[in-house]
């Protein structure tokens, strides 16, 4: 069976950082586009970066650029985003997934819309308050 799972997240104070990762199992996650996203309460699920599986390439949303980072680690079969001076509009549960299964992906890439991401995790919630 093939499963995504979030973890990193936890309480932070302001300005720090965390490092969340997206392990995958069952198939090899370099192979595919993958995206995080997050969902504060009371908001909708917001993508914040994506790296592609052809290229390579990472987009960010503008809130997070310059404070995110979004690598594979593919020794471990995983993405990872290193979320540096963290502030509370942060707090949310955090979601990696999958992309580039279907053609139709492609057409749109990481800005794809919700039925081109096809699997996803638990989530891992990040609190940043002091």
């Known amino acids: 069976q093939m499963h995504l799972e979030e973890s990193g997240g936890g309480l932070v104070q302001p300005g720090g950082s965390l490092s969340l990762s997206c392990a995958a199992s069952?198939?090899?996650?370099?192979?595919?586009?993958v995206a995080w996203f997050r969902q504060a309460p009371g908001k909708e699920r917001e993508q914040i970066s994506c790296?592609?599986?052809?290229?390579?390439?990472?987009t960010y949303e503008e809130s997070v650029k310059g404070r995110f980072t979004i690598s594979r680690d593919n020794a471990k079969n995983s993405v990872i985003l290193q979320m540096n001076n963290l502030g509370p509009e942060d707090t949310a549960v955090y979601f990696c997934?999958?992309?580039?299964?279907?053609?139709?992906?492609?057409?749109?890439?990481?800005?794809?819309?919700?039925?081109?991401?096809?699997?996803w995790g638990q989530g891992t919630p990040v609190t940043v308050s002091s």
């Open positions: 997934e999958r992309g580039g299964v279907r053609a139709s992906w492609y057409i749109a890439g990481c800005s794809a819309g919700p039925s081109e991401w096809d699997l």
């Open positions: 069952g198939f090899t996650l370099n192979m595919y586009a």
């Open positions: 790296i592609k599986n052809v290229d390579h390439t990472t």
